[in-house]
């Protein structure tokens, strides 16, 4: 079910009484009025997909952390993100970035579906914001200096070297393309078990 929150500004009492309730069949939720996600607010809601906020401008510390099922955070005015706040979302691909301007630490460790982040106005990133993350391309940052160890991170320091960027859609068209070929293997496998079946019922007739 999903879970509705239209009426009400942010109030942390009345929304930690209704996020235990729904606890374990949270799989949505969708606000048009709240603007800050408390601390812990939906750890571990392990069922939870998506999030559908678009005047959501803070998640505190840990506020979906471990929310292994989430795959979507729609929130075009984010602008803070709190320390280990998507920790080991494991399955998160899309969230909106582009008016982030703080990001805490660990915030985006261990999130294995994370292939491209791309932050317009960020301009300082904590060198262990992203960590264990086996997708992740790239993360473009075009307005924060300084060295990191991680590779990923496509700052102004490495695009003045003229560091090529891969560009989201390439992303999508070679993901695209990797699965019609897996399918296509698939396919072929089926359609060569079943000539094999056919094979050998008609030796048997």
Excluded: W
């Excluded at 309730?21 to 069922?47: C, N, W």
């Excluded at 932050?119 to 992203?130: D, E, F, I, M, R």
């Excluded at 698939?186 to 030796?203: D, N, R």
């Amino acid at each position: 079910g999903n879970y509705y929150l239209k009426y009400y500004k942010f109030d942390l009492k009345l929304i930690k009484f209704k996020f235990d309730l729904v606890k374990y069949d949270f799989h949505g939720f969708i606000s048009s009025k709240i603007q800050i996600m408390p601390t812990e607010g939906f750890q571990s809601l392990t069922q939870l997909k998506f999030v559908y906020c678009p005047n959501l401008v803070e998640v505190k510390k840990s506020g979906f952390q471990r929310c292994y099922q989430l795959r979507r955070v729609k929130c075009k005015n984010l602008r803070i993100i709190g320390e280990q706040a998507f920790y080991a979302c494991v399955l998160l691909v899309e969230i909106d970035l582009e008016n982030v301007i703080k990001v805490g630490l660990q915030s985006f460790q261990y999130c294995q579906s994370v292939v491209t982040h791309n932050y317009t106005k960020l301009q300082q990133l904590p060198q262990s914001a992203y960590g264990i993350n086996g997708a992740l391309l790239q993360v473009i940052c075009p307005n924060v200096e300084g060295n990191f160890a991680n590779d990923k991170i496509i700052n102004k320091n490495v695009i003045q070297n003229g560091v090529k960027l891969v560009k989201h859609q390439e992303i999508i068209i070679g993901q695209f393309e990797e699965r019609n070929r897996i399918q296509s293997l698939l396919k072929s496998q089926q359609q060569l078990c079943l000539s094999i079946k056919f094979h050998h019922v008609s030796l048997k007739k």
